[in-house]
């Protein structure tokens, strides 16, 4: 638990982040350099406050069977997890299952890349994109829906982020979809903490992680999703 005075400046380099976002004066060089003075356990809580995550309404009671209730991503796993896939401000970075916006803020900020959240809770999808309105990020977007039905239509994703989103016909249905989205260009998918993808057009890449696993589409199996 951080004391008093660790709370202190944890606060104020919060508050001055997101004060110079507002101003548009962040770059990912910026965001690192902050992240750099603060401890990798406070990390998260920096983020929290910078993105002024308080409290998180109970999931919602009608979430669908099988999927799985908001869990947010230590901010040290996503950060393994972008280096490991490559993210660059080329890219458009998805985030499948976004929940309060975590995970897309933090690769944004620290790739500019630009960003889509996709969240079955409306309320969650809703909350999150009020947060990007209000620290002006133009180039974050968070959409509501069921990606295992909505993926199909993200064309213009390259890389797919997921933690723990859901598994059995549902994952099945959304690897379908996310095949069609990968024979108009090649995609990468980031996994955190989920079983092996077992999908004929992806290939595994080497990870340096025992938790993160990082796939490429082959663009000639990829016409062929089972």
């Known amino acids: 638990m951080l004391n008093h005075l660790e709370s202190v400046v944890l606060r104020k380099a919060a508050l001055q982040l997101r004060s110079e976002l507002r101003e548009g004066r962040v770059t990912p060089a910026t965001f690192r ?7 990798p356990r406070d990390r998260d809580q920096l983020v929290d406050l910078l993105w002024g995550i308080d409290e998180i309404a109970p999931d919602d009671p009608e979430l669908p069977r099988g999927c799985v209730p908001y869990l947010p991503c230590p901010v040290a796993s996503v950060l393994a997890a ?31 890349a630009s960003c889509i959240g996709l969240e079955i809770q409306p309320a969650l ?21 069921d990606a295992a039905r909505t993926i199909r239509a993200v064309t213009i994703g390259t890389v797919f982020f997921l933690y723990c989103p859901f598994s059995g016909d549902r994952l099945r249905r959304f690897l379908e979809g996310l095949a069609e989205v990968a024979r108009s260009r090649p995609i990468r998918v980031c996994c955190v903490d989920m079983p092996a993808l077992k999908a004929p057009w992806l290939t595994r890449l080497p990870s340096a992680s025992s938790n993160i696993d990082v796939y490429r589409s082959t663009a000639c199996s990829a016409s062929r999703p089972e």
């Not at 458009?92 to 803020?105: E, I, K, P, T």
């Not at 999808?125 to 829906?145: I, K, P, S, Y």
Request: proline fraction near 0%; charge should be negative.
């Open 82 to 112: 972008i280096q490991q896939a490559g993210v660059t401000s080329e890219d458009v970075f998805v985030d499948v299952g976004s929940g309060a916006g975590r995970v897309v803020l933090v690769a944004h900020l620290e790739t500019g």
């Open 33 to 39: 350099a902050v992240l750099a003075e603060i401890a």
């Open 125 to 145: 999808a809703a909350t999150a994109q009020g947060r990007a309105d209000w620290l002006h990020l133009n180039r974050v977007r968070f959409v509501g829906g």
